[in-house]
């Protein structure tokens, strides 16, 4: 039988014969009786920008401070470029940290406040003024070298602690909810600046963040942790396509899931009798399970289609009615109340400006899918 889910094991990056630039191996950390991280194992390769994602509490801060040298893990070890940083002081790391508040100093312009680290180690002055005037134009904030914080926007603010941050040349940089303070349009903008910043610099960076459009958007991979453990590790695309698990699959954008009895399981499909769905469901694969099991399946939106005829198919569609409506401008939400009671979402792309809503709350309608649009997730 094959397997329905196919992903990197935990913790592993493409190419395993690369030596990781940073590797975590077995970290816990404990606060008294809570286990705020727990053996954590994690390869990051050189100039990747990897995102940590998780809810509050989920230990990914906790994991970054360790990082950092700001907290010492209970157990485990921490090597970065081979050498073992386990107990080495954060001012002794090639590591540099730009936390969400910034932290830049009032009274220091910007030039003063990107400098401020060159100088503490010592830094000739000639090659301050090169480097702070270099890094600044790259953030493109050199005509601004000579404002005060407080008459930036939050926006250049940003700027200009990733400007501090990367000035002193750091092997890696980690960024704690770097742009939680910037209001959505803003945050998508400068998603793409930093983009371009990292790939331009080529410096390893973690991003900490609990919004997933944003470690969706960065991340050339990403590890979503719960519980002070790491769920999954793989690239965007893996982890919303094939999630590991009903945590993963709710956390990583909107999802339908739904329960089902496994009735027919062969190399090439499976097929599995849902009560919730009020239909047989057919996937493309086989699922490695036990005839009369149940499993969890999980199924997207954005991959269920609408009709007001009955589809020409006999699996994989069920029947029900419009319960709202939400038009979002590039596409439209729809709450389906299906005929078993279950309410579920569809989202169509709204492609012609004049046309309005094809479906309106009322409607008795039918949805339908494909045999690889659901996901059987493992018990």
């Known amino acids: 039988m094959s397997s329905a889910i196919e992903t990197q094991p935990v913790g592993t990056a493409g190419g395993a014969d690369a030596a990781p630039f940073v590797r975590i191996e077995g970290i816990t950390k404990r606060f008294g009786a809570i286990v705020a991280v727990n053996r954590i194992d994690l390869d990051i390769q050189r100039s990747e920008l990897f995102c940590l994602l998780g809810g509050s509490g989920s230990g990914k801060s906790t994991l970054l401070r360790m990082l950092a040298g700001f907290e010492q893990p209970s157990e485990g070890r921490i090597l970065i470029d081979g050498q073992d940083m386990t107990g080495v002081p954060a001012y002794e790391r090639p590591v540099n940290m730009m936390f969400q508040s910034y932290a830049l100093f009032p009274h220091m312009s910007v030039s003063d406040n990107v400098a401020y680290g060159l100088r503490r180690g010592g830094v000739p ?18 005509d601004y070298a000579q404002r005060r914080p407080h008459q930036l926007s939050g926006g250049q603010r940003q700027r200009v602690a990733l400007a501090r941050a990367l000035v002193k040349q750091p092997k890696l940089l980690l960024l704690d909810e770097p742009l939680g303070a910037l209001d959505k349009k803003l945050r998508e903008e400068t998603q793409f600046e930093l983009m371009k910043i990292q790939a331009q610099l080529g410096t390893t960076f973690i991003v900490v963040t609990h919004d997933q459009d944003e470690a969706m958007t960065l991340a050339s991979r990403m590890g979503v942790m719960r519980d002070g453990r790491l769920v999954q590790v793989g690239g965007p695309r893996d982890l919303y396509e094939f999630p590991a698990d009903r945590y993963v699959a709710q956390f990583i954008g909107a999802v339908n899931l739904f329960d ?3 009735i027919e399981d062969e190399p090439g499909h499976a097929r599995m009798r849902c009560e919730e769905a009020g239909c047989v469901i057919h996937v493309g694969h086989g699922v490695t399970g036990t005839l009369g099991q149940t499993v969890h399946l999980a199924i997207r939106p954005e991959k269920i289609n609408l009709a007001h005829d009955r589809p020409a198919q006999d699996e994989n569609v069920t029947p029900g009615t419009i319960d709202e409506v939400a038009y979002l401008g590039n596409l439209s939400v729809y709450q389906v109340r299906l005929d078993t009671g279950r309410l579920i979402h569809v989202t169509l792309p709204n492609l012609d400006r004049h046309e309005g809503n094809v479906f309106e709350i009322g409607n008795r309608v039918y949805c339908s899918w494909g045999p690889a649009s659901a996901v059987v997730l493992p018990a």
């Open 125 to 142: 002055r000639a090659e301050i003024r090169k480097r702070v005037a270099d890094m600044l134009d790259m953030v493109k904030m050199g």
């Open 260 to 262: 089902g009895v496994l």
